[in-house]
């Protein structure tokens, strides 16, 4: 379990470390092959993931404060993924039933745990149209 959860959150964290983040809080990913955002370009608003690699790669860069102002649920996604990281690597190193102990809590509070997510997702969404000024929605 450790190598198939970590493994990847170590690849996401290494690869953003290899990017660069774009100054407009935005199209990092570009540099992935990646096009532009379709919701960002179609409507000039962002989507609830806009902002989220340049904020992975400020924080792959120990650039806490950009990533805050960039996209700040983005934060706490990275520090998610760093967290599985370090937890696989420290289950191993030395197995101690620590995923099952994570399941277990997730599980006890899977609602609030969704729910934190998901209004954690609106919330930086929000955030991320009023500092691209877009707020509110008339023109």
């Known amino acids: 379990m450790s190598l198939a959860v970590g493994g990847p959150a170590w ?7 290899l990017l660069t983040p774009n100054p407009d809080g935005v199209g990092t990913h570009r540099q992935l092959g990646l096009g532009a955002c379709t919701i960002l370009s179609l409507t000039g608003y ?3 993931m806009c902002g989220m690699t340049t904020t992975f790669t400020h ?5 806490p404060a950009s990533a805050l ?9 990275f520090l998610g993924t760093l967290s ?3 937890l696989a690597v420290m289950e191993g190193v030395s197995p101690r039933g620590r995923w099952d102990q994570l399941l277990s809590i ?7 745990v969704a729910l934190a997510l998901f209004l954690g997702l609106v919330g930086g969404w929000v955030y991320k149209v009023a500092a691209m000024d877009l707020w509110p929605f008339v023109g």
Request: glycine share 6%; aromatic share 6%.
């Open 11 to 17: 690849a996401v964290i290494a690869l953003a470390a």
């Open 46 to 48: 962002p989507c609830p």
């Open 59 to 63: 924080m792959a860069h120990l650039d």
């Open 69 to 77: 102002v960039t996209q700040p649920f983005g934060v706490v996604l």
């Open 84 to 86: 599985v990281g370090i």
């Open 106 to 112: 997730i599980e006890r509070w899977d609602l609030r």
